[in-house]
């Protein structure tokens, strides 16, 4: 029974961390609202750090930091790319050649080239195809 409830809080894990360094609006319990950069979470206490933040009444913050048992709401407008599908796609193109590390969320192809949400890392044609299928699975993404 233990290891069925581990994947859901894993998942959980992952969602917030695909979060870290995007813009994110918090509701606290006391009924404040903060917008800012999601810069650090502690999975322990499921507290996190905002980066550049503005308040509910516009007031600006360098950080602010709120404990996870205060926090009852976290949104973000932002667009999250789905690693797990990108990587499944990818598969299809380099079979047996991909490797998606969930709680790093990045997929190493070929034990060389890195895609992240914010990109392909590496150089030469292997890498330049990976970017052009990352691509145009950004465009369909933002077609739907």
Sequence with gaps: MAGSLLLPARRYQSEIMSLLDKTVSVVTSAGKRYEGKLFG???NSQSICLADAV???????TRVFIYGHAIIEITTKEEIIDLRELASILERHFPQMVKYIEDARV???MDRIKVTEKGVEGTGPVAERVRRIFEEYLRERRAK
Excluded: A, L, Q, R
């Excluded at 308040?55 to 913050?61: F, L, M, S």
């Design 41 to 43: 979470y502690d999975p």
């Design 55 to 61: 308040d509910d009444k516009g007031e600006k913050y």
């Design 107 to 109: 997929i190493v192809i």
